[in-house]
């Protein structure tokens, strides 16, 4: 008997069977046997995941030098600071600037790509990437933000008290007597209006532009 033979005569028996399970048969879950669910023993020492470094640690280790550079002075007067990372504020910058020049810090405003940067923001937050490392900053400084020891700077040390006194007392009445004209006769209102108009409408062009339109119109 061949192999074919032995074959068909093996499936007509087969089809001579009644068919147990039809084609459409489903199973009702409910008569399956209890059985409890196979759970696999957790290993023993789970094999560790290599990490690499995160954007926020590789920005804290980026380090990069911020020029600040005055808008009024000489590019003499620039100062450099150094090992500056992507996640150092406006703020902290501003500090380190205000405690090597003496100035007052809240007097203080940065101006990146002649836009004002928020105190809040980041280098990372204003765009500067790992591969930047020299980042320049324009320092701009408002009206009455001198050294903090300004107002005793040109005052000898030597000087006697009375002499200091005098001095105050000759100052004090013209301070008290400025009026409205005398503060728009000043540069340092000026100064604090287009310092302000800048901030506010986010550019330093309008800004100095607005002011002085409103200088001229007031000589008018």
Do not use: C
Not at 72 to 95: E, F, M, Q, V, W
């Amino acid at each position: 008997m061949s192999e074919v033979t032995f074959a068909k005569q093996f499936l007509a028996t087969l089809d001579k069977r009644p068919i147990k399970l039809p084609a459409d048969h489903i199973s009702d879950p409910r008569q399956y046997p209890n059985q409890s669910p196979s759970i696999l023993p957790r290993a023993t020492h789970p094999f560790p995941r290599k990490t690499g470094p995160t954007a926020t640690q590789t920005a804290a280790t980026t380090s990069l030098t911020v020029t600040l550079k005055p808008m009024r002075g000489p590019a003499s007067d620039s100062l450099s600071l150094t090992n500056i990372s992507l996640t150092s504020t406006i703020y902290d910058i501003k500090t380190l600037y205000a405690q090597k020049t003496g100035l007052q810090a809240e007097k203080v405003k940065l101006l990146l790509n002649k836009k004002p940067a928020a105190d809040l923001k980041t280098l990372k937050d204003l765009g500067v990437t790992d591969s930047v490392k020299d980042v320049e900053l324009s320092v701009m400084v408002m009206g009455g933000g001198g050294a903090a020891g300004g107002s005793t700077a040109g005052t000898p040390r030597d000087q006697s008290p009375k002499a200091a006194v005098a001095a105050e007392s000759q100052a004090a009445p013209k301070k008290e007597g400025d009026g409205a004209d005398e503060i728009l006769a000043t540069e340092e209102f000026w100064d604090d209006l287009k310092g302000f108009l800048s901030q506010r409408l986010r550019n330093e062009e309008v800004g100095a532009k607005l002011s002085q339109t409103f200088r001229a119109a007031w000589k008018k």
